[in-house]
C-alpha cells in the first residue's frame, strides 16, 4: 500500500447499469489496494448491481436520458442535470478529490462537469467500440481518455488524450480466466448459457426455446442449459423448456456469471462491452446478437471485435429466427474443434491487466501528469 496517496480521495461516476458499475467496480478495488480512499456518485438504478460496491460512501445524484425532442421532455431533463449539476459541485467542494473518473451513461455528466469546472483532473472510460453520447459530450474537456478497445470511433482531434486500457473486470472474472476450457467430447453434455442482460432478455426468451425445440433428440439429450429470463416471462420460458423435456436452470439475474461462463462451452447473448469482455478474457466463443434499434450501433461494433479474430459469431436480430438459431447451434454443438479454436482466438484480444492499466492512467492524471 503507498503511504503517499493513503489519504487521496478518488471520485468514481458510473450509471446504474451493471454494464457502467462493474468495471467501476474493479477500479474501485484496485485503487484501494494502492491506497486510495473511494467514493461513487450514481443514480437510483445502482441499487441492483451497486450494494457491494467497495467505496466508502455512495452518492446518488440526480440525471436523465433525453427521451423525445417535445419541449416538456427536453425541460424535464435539463432540469433534472441541473439538479445534479448543483449536488456535483457541492461534493466537489466537500471531497476535494485527487480526480474524478467517469464510466458512462448520463449520470456521469453532473459530476464530471462539476470537476472540469472546479480544475479537478478528470478521466473518462469508454466501454464500448463506439463513444456513448454522454461520454462524447464531454470527450473535449476531460484530462485523459482510456478506452476498452484498441479502436474506438469517438469525435475527432481526441486522439493525444487517448490511452487504450481496456475494460476493467471484477476480480471473479479474473478467477474465472484461469479455468480451462471444459471438455468436449462428441456425444457428451455441453453447455449452453445465455444472457440477456437489463437490455434485450426478452428476445432469447422469444427464439432460444423454439430454436432448441428444433434440435434433434440426440443434441436436446446432450444440453446443460442456463438462462437469463425477465421475471415476467420466467413462467411461460420455464413451461416451454418442461414441454420439450430440457432441463433448464433459469434466472433473472446470476451473481456467479463469470464462473457459469467459464463452465459453458457457448454463450449466446448481447454484445455489450461487460459482455464482449469477459468472453475475451475468459476466452470463451459467443454467439452474439448485438441490440438492434441503437442509434450509434455500438453493440454491432463491439461483436465485430471477437469476430474479426475469429473468437465469435454475429447475427443481426431480424435474421435470427428460431429456425437459422437452431442450425447455428446444432452446426457448432457437432464442431468441437470449432467451438475449441474460437475459444483460443476470444482469449488471444482480452486484457487481463485493464484495471491496473486504468489505475496508472488515472494515477497519472491525480498527479498532474
Given at each position: ?207 432460444v426455446p423454439p430454436a432448441i425445440a428444433l434440435l434433434d433428440a440426440d443434441l436436446r439429450a ?102 437459422v438459431l437452431a442450425a447455428e447451434i446444432s452446426r457448432l454443438m457437432r464442431a468441437p474443434q ?32
Amino acid at each position: 500500500m503507498r503511504s503517499d496517496t493513503s489519504a487521496k480521495t478518488i471520485l468514481l461516476s458510473a450509471g446504474g447499469t451493471g454494464g457502467h458499475l462493474f468495471p467501476a467496480e474493479s477500479l474501485a478495488a484496485e485503487l484501494i489496494r494502492r491506497g486510495y480512499v473511494v467514493e461513487l456518485a450514481t443514480d437510483e438504478r445502482a441499487d441492483k448491481y451497486g450494494r457491494r460496491f467497495p467505496a466508502r460512501a455512495i452518492h446518488i445524484i440526480a440525471s436523465a436520458t433525453l427521451k423525445g425532442r417535445s419541449p416538456s421532455a427536453i425541460l424535464a431533463t435539463g432540469a433534472a442535470l441541473a439538479r445534479g449539476f448543483v449536488q456535483s459541485w457541492r461534493l466537489m467542494h466537500r471531497l476535494k478529490p485527487a480526480v474524478v473518473v467517469g464510466f458512462g451513461g448520463y449520470p456521469t455528466v453532473p459530476p464530471l462537469s462539476a470537476a472540469v469546472l472546479a480544475h479537478v483532473p478528470t478521466v473518462l472510460h469508454e466501454q464500448n467500440a463506439v463513444m456513448g453520447r454522454a461520454n462524447a459530450r464531454l470527450a473535449r474537456r476531460v484530462t485523459r481518455i482510456a478506452t476498452s478497445f484498441a479502436e474506438v470511433r469517438m469525435p475527432a482531434g481526441l486522439a493525444g488524450k487517448v490511452d487504450f486500457t481496456g475494460n476493467p473486470v471484477r476480480d471473479m472474472v479474473i478467477e474465472a480466466a484461469a479455468l480451462p476450457y471444459p471438455d468436449l467430447e462428441a456425444d457428451g453434455p455441453f453447455n449452453l448459457i445465455v444472457t440477456g442482460g437489463s437490455q434485450g432478455a426478452r428476445y432469447f426468451s422469444d427464439a432460444v426455446p423454439p430454436a432448441i425445440a428444433l434440435l434433434d433428440a440426440d443434441l436436446r439429450a446432450r444440453l446443460r442449459l442456463t438462462q437469463q429470463v425477465r421475471p415476467e416471462d420466467m413462467d411461460r420460458v420455464k413451461a416451454a423448456y418442461a414441454a420439450i423435456d430440457v432441463a433448464a436452470e433459469l434466472s433473472s439475474f446470476f451473481v456467479d456469471l463469470p464462473a457459469r461462463i467459464a463452465a459453458s462451452h457457448l454463450v449466446i447473448g448481447r454484445a455489450g462491452a461487460s459482455t464482449v469482455t469477459e468472453l475475451a478474457i475468459i476466452g470463451r466463443p459467443g454467439l452474439l446478437v448485438p441490440l438492434p434499434g441503437a442509434l450509434d450501433q455500438d453493440q454491432a461494433a463491439n461483436a465485430r471485435v471477437l469476430e474479426t479474430v475469429g473468437g465469435g459469431w454475429s447475427h443481426a436480430q431480424k435474421d435470427l429466427t428460431p429456425e437459422v438459431l437452431a442450425a447455428e447451434i446444432s452446426r457448432l454443438m457437432r464442431a468441437p474443434q470449432m467451438l475449441i479454436a474460437a475459444a483460443v482466438a476470444a482469449r488471444s484480444v482480452g486484457r487481463p491487466d485493464a484495471v491496473a492499466r486504468l489505475a496508472d492512467v488515472v494515477e497519472r492524471a491525480a498527479k498532474g501528469g
